[in-house]
């Protein structure tokens, strides 16, 4: 199985427009982050897991030509609003699988009514065939994803378990029961947005805790902000087996 990140930064990237912060004016290539996405490969099949606002740069960035589903953690513009650019994955391969979860569906709806119009639907509009998942193992092709249920803030979001890899994304917090599923796991990719606490998302600290109690392996951060700090600089501060996750970074299982 092949990972690659597509994108670590938080819902605005970075750098951010107009910031003057250094972080943003950083010359380093893993200072700068599109919004958060991984592409997931194996045998002959590539899955994106989310569909932001950089998911036409990401797939031309990858050189991805083929994609077999999107998967969806929680419907956030950061995480959804790409969805239109998958128009030439939908020219070449006809209608592309998604899997969400009913309310993060219901609000694909409604953002992207035009794609699931049936009826006088405009021609050039993509089409998806729709997979409604629940916090309960489901199958891509020959390999079993189990739903990790967190809460960000209120809201349910899912990450995923896809053999010995783990995505999680936008979590504040985990019962423990979801973090059974992926204790002692080999790898697991989790958020942490910034030093400061935030009401939505594991900062720096949660981030480590929550790493500590799964006892990954290794581990990668990952929706980043620019006010975590520079990415050598933080990375130095980690324990051994935690590094940031940058965009590009690819991870072979
Ligand atoms: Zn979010
Ligand atoms: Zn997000």
Not at 27 to 42: M, T
Not at 48 to 75: A, N
Not at 218 to 234: Q, R
């Amino acid at each position: 199985m092949k990972i690659t990140f597509l994108g670590t930064g938080t819902s605005q990237g970075i750098p951010v427009i107009g910031s003057t912060h250094p972080v943003c004016l950083s010359a380093n290539k893993k200072d700068k982050r599109l919004r958060v996405s991984i592409l997931v490969a194996w045998d002959d099949y590539t899955y994106v897991i989310d569909c932001g606002p950089d998911f036409r740069y990401q797939m031309l960035r990858s050189g991805c030509t083929k994609i077999d589903g999107i998967v969806f953690t929680h419907e956030h513009s950061d995480h959804i609003a790409g969805l239109d650019d998958i128009r030439p994955f939908y020219f070449n391969q006809g209608a592309i699988p998604i899997y969400a979860h009913n309310r993060v569906l219901k609000s694909l709806y409604k953002k992207f009514d035009y794609i699931f119009a049936t009826e006088n639907k405009y021609p050039g509009a993509p089409s998806v065939l729709v997979n409604r998942i629940k916090n309960k193992a489901f199958q891509l092709h020959n390999l079993e994803v189990i739903p990790i249920k967190g809460k960000h803030a209120d809201l349910k979001v899912f990450g995923f378990r896809f053999g010995d890899f783990a995505y999680l994304t936008d979590m504040k917090t985990v019962e423990d029961e979801e973090i059974e599923k992926i204790k002692n796991i080999k790898v697991l990719v989790v958020n942490a947005l910034r030093i400061q606490p935030h009401h939505s998302h594991f900062n720096l600290e949660e981030a480590l805790n929550f790493i500590e109690k799964v006892n990954p392996e290794k581990a990668y951060l990952t929706h980043i902000s620019h006010t975590l700090g520079f990415h050598n600089e933080v990375e130095k501060t980690l324990p051994k087996n935690v590094f940031l996750a940058y965009d590009g970074l690819q991870l072979t299982l």
